[in-house]
């Protein structure tokens, strides 16, 4: 039974990671949910294996200490966070990680550990040749498909513009939502890759070979600097501490090694430089760097308020409008893993996250340096390289935040550290009367958890119906509106499905009291939407409530200052009162953005 176990967990967690990969949670809503039971039953099966046993081992190394203290940080800023649907969603995609982090770590040791590697390139390789699949024949109809969808799925929605924009370009994103997502995997895939052509002879040494020439040229097709910086930036360093730290060489090799990595960014960023017109050298408008920087300092400017406290899990994009400065473009992500922490989750939390990626270095470090099996260290090296350019992405976008990408890294980091045989091991005798007692225990437990994810599931699929029926007509809005208080009745925390059952009872069934109730209802659940307070300000202008109105418009613009649509309102409305130095206010701030924009 216990290899049969083992068998099983190795399936669950390899489902999880092509659900993960091939269908991403920001198409297929439902992805996250069957990820997370997916996961949720192979730790089940793991700890009825260690019941079975009568002692449980437990490997120090699955469960670290900076994980942990982030973890439980993570879990107080989901009930400490300015919009608790959002940030317990995200805490979802976190446990996913961690569950996988700690299973793999469990099981890495045995042999069938090889097929989550091989799972990792099989993932490399189907991803790539989907990516070719949209250069060759798919881009146009990509294009006009996201211009001709009127409801987009949320987590696109707002990039569309992006996206339409790195289509038009011709970069390549696969399955993923950016291109530089995409590079972000291969980054990882394309080392685990070259492991296998170096630990293999004949023809599968020559299969694999193939194998990393396609991803190579995936990751060329997606015209990332960020997935080639990290991957060079990586490839440098291992060699670095290898031949640094490991094998002692002189300072002259590793300066001239220094000089050839230069080098080669230098050569790599002027090819791609000619295939871009938002290059490292365009104009501040066009230029990816000088943008990211800006980013960057705006999320400084929001850790700098309040550098202890964040505001929750995954809720920049709902702060970031209050800061946003003129002339910068709208982002619901800081594009810097790091920073972005440190505002959702204060200091603490970025100081977390970066002791858990040294403590991964150092203890990979020391295991490649301890290990004598000269097959097994390229694999600890190939797979060290892989888990540096999954960290050093993270300062150069947001993949911590799509499971499509960050899944695979925890396994991929897990697979490193796991990969050394002798290890420290909390030992936990279980008594042989206990043992069903523990398994009953256990399976009830996995049984109530996989079915409190279901609650939120089942209120995102009567929401999904819910935009289905309207987008059909106006014939179907109390059909909508049914679904819409289905999926309130499951999520009531989430402030989405409130606001759009709100504004639909208001503009299609004319019930604006209701309206207005459920509205600020969802203000309340999320008081950092700027629009949520638009919207009840226009709703309050129907039911001419002009004061009302006014104030819930007011406090939209002061939540998104730089919203000029909002100020056209404010100037309209004081138009109309008569007060004229509040529309020469107005005025200025209108023409104010219209010149930052401009710029």
Known sequence: MSGDSIKAIHVLIISSLFIATLFPSHIFFWSPTLQIILLLWALFLWFYREVTKGVSEIRRVSFPLPLIIFFILAIFYTFHSIDYAVSRDFLFYLISYIMIFFLVNQISPTKEARWIVLTVVSLGILTSLYGLYQYLWDFQGLIV??????????????????????????????????????????????????????????????????????????????????????????CGCFCFIYLGYIKRVKARYLFSLLGGLVLVLALIFAGLSITRPDNPLAAIENNPLVLRALNWGTTIAIIKDNPLIGKGLDTFGLIYPSYQESGVNVVHHSHNTYLQLGAEMGIIGTIVFIWFACWWLWRTVRIVKETKDKKLKVWLGFLMIGGMAFFIHQALDFEFYLPSVTLAGFAVLALTIGAQKKDKVYKIALKKSRRSLFTAGGFIATIVASLLLLFPFYGQMHFQRAKGLLDSGPYFAEGAAAELKKAIRLDPHNSEYHHRYGVLLVQRLSRQREGIAEVQEAIRLSPWRHYYYFDLGMIYLIVEEREKGLEEIKKASQRYPLNEDYHQWLRAIYLQMGKKELVSQEEEWIEGIQKGEGD
């Open 145 to 234: 498909k996201i211009k001709g969808t009127e409801t987009l799925p949320a987590s696109i929605s707002p990039f569309t513009d992006e996206i339409i924009a790195r289509l038009g370009a011709g970069r390549i994103f696969s399955t993923f939502l950016l291109p530089s997502h995409f590079a972000a995997f291969l980054g990882m895939s394309i080392p685990v890759s070259t492991a296998f052509v170096l630990t293999n002879k004949g023809w599968l040494r020559y299969l694999f070979g193939l194998a990393v020439a396609l991803q190579v040229f995936a990751l060329y097709l997606t015209k990332s600097f960020s997935g080639w910086l990290s991957l060079i930036l990586a």
